[in-house]
């Protein structure tokens, strides 16, 4: 399965982005997430948001909460991620994979993960 992140860029420190991860049309989930990974730092994929296809449940990572909401578009098979209040400290690689793991913030149980989408923030 091939999922597309999208939406990444340069960005002010107290900008906005919304990132996309768009899965294929027909492709069922049961839950996705959103990792980043700082450029560099090939052992350091850090959970940032999930959420569950059948009711849209989600969960947040500390260092997001109350900036960053994760969201789906069951029409388009895509989920979000709308990053407000961006800090220097969120520049990374994000990306996004799916797991049948409910609530699981362990990158070695999701699969399918993506090229991945920069995201850097300028102070």
């Known amino acids: 399965v091939q999922l597309q992140a999208s939406g990444g860029g340069l960005v002010q420190a107290g900008g906005s982005l919304r990132l996309s991860c768009a899965a294929p049309?027909?492709?069922?989930?049961?839950?996705m997430g959103w990792f980043r990974q700082p450029p560099g730092k090939e052992r350091e994929r850090e959970f940032v948001?999930?959420?569950?296809?059948?009711?849209?449940?989600?969960r947040h990572a500390d260092s997001v909460k109350g900036r960053f909401t994760i969201s789906r578009e069951p029409a388009k098979n895509t989920v979000y991620l709308q990053m407000n209040g961006l800090e220097p400290e969120d520049t990374a690689i994000y990306y996004c994979?799916?797991?049948?793991?409910?609530?699981?913030?362990?990158?070695?149980?999701?699969?399918?993960w993506g090229q991945g989408t920069l995201v850097t923030v300028s102070s």
């Open positions: 994979a799916h797991t049948t793991e409910f609530a699981s913030v362990d990158p070695g149980e999701y699969r399918d």
């Open positions: 948001a999930s959420i569950r296809w059948r009711d849209g449940r989600s």
């Open positions: 049309e027909r492709f069922a989930w049961y839950q």
